[in-house]
């Protein structure tokens, strides 16, 4: 295991900076989270760390040792490619040998190292098959094989899932996170896949265009995202967001939505010394409150059955709200709703800056109660 930090790390490529100035720092068996859309600098940040990539500069320290300019063959980390990167003419056996052979590591050691990984990974069945006959998530088993056979200090992981589908996503979630739990080494996913991040990670940094926006346990991302940016890209559906008239007095409990016709909203009190012209209010789709004695009124525009919840999108005169309610709320296309807002729940956004002004503190959360981090994506 391994602690990893990133000092100032900065990767241009010509004109254009990939990563910038980037600082963080990865704990030892921590299982760490790059989250983002594509060409935000996660996998550019990602190979920095492998050493596939030399940074422009900034510092990369593995367990307080300077390893910017070390080979990556002398990093001691293994790296998972998204397209698994195996041989398929050879036995899955001698996939996951040929590091050992590489390093010159004895035929004995070798197949008690092989033994281990397979009986941790599950695939001692597949051992004798050649990868071109594996489905997709044994061929992902064993592409972490080949990366665990070596016992590396930290082991870095590009999209390993992008190829599989949707069940068998699912399925290898819970196998990557049971894995890095019980070898308890220290991980680096990358992401585009905000669930993935939600589901396993104890840390996720919400990465674009070259900047970390933030860094944090998934439920705090969640619920007191840093800017706009980070409420809108975690979580499914994404948070609504209310444009609202500002700038706020000192202590106001109320605003005016910005649209013409909007109502007066609940908001939460700004922090001293907070303040600014254009505002923005974001309120999570299950901490909506639907009703008919709800202040805001609109019209049903979209309901979708999910199971568990229904999602129901609702057009009003603050703008297009979406709700997390009962599944057995009766509501169909065209119906009259009235919806309202928990200021409890709520963040307000400085428009120009996107940042947020000020953090949510529910009842739930310190009553022990834990808050939804994600609902499911909707469909179409």
């Not at 970390?212 to 979580?235: D, I, T």
Request: include cysteine; charge should be neutral; aromatic fraction near 4%.
């Amino acid at each position: 295991m391994a602690e990893i930090r990133l000092v100032n790390l900065r990767k241009a490529f010509d004109d254009f900076v990939a990563v910038r100035d980037t600082t963080l720092t990865i704990h030892e068996g921590e299982f760490f989270a790059l989250l983002g859309p594509s060409g935000c600098g996660k996998t550019t940040t990602l190979r920095m760390i492998a050493g596939l990539e030399m940074p422009t500069s900034g510092r990369i320290e593995l367990d307080g040792r300077d390893v910017t300019s070390v080979r990556a063959a002398k990093r001691d980390i293994a790296f998972v490619f998204q397209m698994f990167a195996l041989y398929p003419h050879l036995r899955v056996k001698d996939n996951i040998a040929y590091p050992l052979r590489s390093q010159g590591i004895p035929a004995s050691e070798r197949k008690e190292r092989i033994d281990e990984v397979a009986r941790v990974l599950r695939i001692e069945h597949l051992l004798k098959r050649r990868i071109s006959s594996l489905a997709g998530g044994d061929r992902q088993r064993v592409a972490l094989a080949r990366g665990m056979v070596r016992r590396p200090r930290a082991f870095l992981m590009d999209e390993p899932l992008g190829t599989l589908d949707a069940e068998m996503r699912s399925a290898m979630r819970e196998e990557l996170r049971g894995l890095h739990d019980r070898i308890g080494a220290t991980s680096v996913y990358v992401t585009h896949d905000q669930i993935e991040a939600m589901s396993m990670a104890d840390r996720i940094a919400v990465m674009s265009k070259g900047d970390v926006l933030q860094a944090a346990p998934p439920m705090e991302l969640y619920l007191n995202p840093a800017s706009l940016f980070v409420a809108g890209f975690v979580g499914s559906p994404a948070m609504n967001f209310i444009e609202i008239e500002g700038p706020l007095a000192p202590g106001a409990t109320s605003a005016q939505a910005a649209l013409p016709g909007a109502p007066e909203l609940p908001v939460p009190a700004l922090p001293e010394g907070a303040s600014g012209q254009k505002l923005v209010l974001g309120i999570r789709p299950e901490h909506l409150k639907v009703g008919a004695d709800e202040p805001i009124s609109g019209t049903v525009f979209a309901t979708e059955y999910l199971g568990s919840h229904r999602l129901v999108v609702i057009e009003t005169p603050a703008g297009r709200l979406r709700a997390r309610v009962a599944k057995g709320l009766a509501l169909k296309i065209g119906d009259r709703i009235g919806v309202g807002v928990d200021p409890a729940w709520a963040i307000l956004f400085d428009a120009d800056t996107g940042l947020a002004l000020n953090r949510t503190t529910p009842p739930e959360t310190a009553a022990g109660h834990t808050p939804m981090l994600h609902a499911e994506a909707s469909h179409g």
